[in-house]
């Protein structure tokens, strides 16, 4: 009798600890640095995750390219190689040019332009996601793009040669058509492309070229608010098919909460970088008059280009914006 009260307490025992063997580690790769406002981002995420389901699910983030370059991490997630993650798809413009609706220049250069833009966009970028066996959990944009150089550029003219580093189709296409040399480089490579001469030029945020100290190689920073880019946080869909109800509802509450809270970070960044940009020796203004022309004719072309490629679904959206 001692025997089979012992043997049962053993069963007992090894059932209460099975949800901690079933626990399930969720590795989350994110392209940007761990002092990014959308890694921290990330990570606060995660541990709303890990905290909210107990432990059942732990979330852990990968930062600043350590475990796939940003290139990759899209496809790590799609193939299973890992669970989450977090990619800038419009550097998939490639597969599909829906990706590239939040780099058409000047279309949404502001927060509240851009909002409106992503509420006619989203239902269509989560239904393509669907279809790459991917599942959309929640997305924050980048503060306004604007062009650094390491000299004064006061018209196209100006931007004739000079290396300049692409991360997108629309990045590449404005080199193109501005006479610059696209070259194509990761975030966490930024620094030594500039220090070494790869790239001379860019269109990114303030948050980029503050959190790389491109004061160190470049020196000028002009305003232009072509476009607000988008990271944006998936999970495998057949992982996420695998996730008990109670728990997806902590995860999806996790995510509103990080979209949130980011949104509000990338406002609250834009000045912040911005002016330590200018404390570290930068020049940071607004572009002249003659150059914005100059650049608006080109996003003119761009904007036709891509609704060419998105076709239907593309006017879609764009009309879906301009009607808000």
């Known amino acids: 009798m001692k025997t089979m009260q012992t043997l049962m307490a053993g069963v007992a025992t090894a059932a209460i600890a099975l949800p901690a063997v079933a626990a399930e580690k969720w590795d989350m790769p994110m392209a940007y640095a761990a002092t990014n406002f959308h890694s921290e981002n990330g990570a606060e995420f995660a541990q709303c995750v890990t905290d909210g389901t107990g432990g059942e699910i732990e979330i852990t983030t990968h930062p600043g390219g350590a475990l796939f370059a940003g290139a990759d991490i899209k496809r790590a997630i799609q ?14 413009q490639n597969e599909n040019a829906i990706f590239g609706f939040d780099s058409i220049p000047f279309l949404s250069p ?16 989560e239904e393509v996601l669907d279809e790459q066996n991917l599942v959309y959990l929640y997305s924050v944009p980048w503060p306004p793009q604007g062009f650094y ?16 580093r692409s991360y997108n189709n629309a990045t590449s296409r404005l080199a193109e058509l501005t006479g610059m040399l696209p070259v194509t480089i990761e975030a966490a490579e930024l620094s030594q492309a500039f220090a070494t001469g790869v790239a001379e030029a860019m269109i990114s945020s303030g948050a980029t070229g503050y959190d790389q100290k491109v004061w ?30 109670d728990m997806k509802a902590v995860i999806i509450g996790c ?8 949104l509000q970070a990338s406002k609250d960044y834009t000045q912040t970088t911005l002016d330590g940009l200018t ?7 607004p572009a002249s008059d003659a150059l914005m022309e100059e650049l608006r004719a080109v996003g003119e072309t761009m904007t036709a280009e891509w609704l060419e490629a998105a076709g239907d679904d593309g006017k879609a959206i764009v009309d879906a914006y301009k009607g808000n």
């Open 79 to 92: 193939t299973g190689q890992v669970q989450i993650g977090e990619r800038l798809l419009s550097g998939h």
């Open 279 to 285: 404390e570290n020796g930068m020049t940071v203004g």
């Open 110 to 125: 502001s927060f509240d332009d851009h909002a409106k833009l992503w509420d006619a966009a989203k239902p269509k970028i």
């Open 255 to 262: 995510a509103e909460e990080a979209e949130s809270r980011g």
């Open 149 to 164: 150089f390491k000299k004064e550029v006061n018209a196209t003219a100006d931007m004739e040669g000079v290396k300049f």
């Open 216 to 245: 160190e190689s470049l020196t000028h920073f002009y305003t232009v608010d072509a476009w607000l880019p988008r990271n944006y946080v998936m999970v495998n869909k057949e992982v996420w098919d695998g996730v008990p109800d």
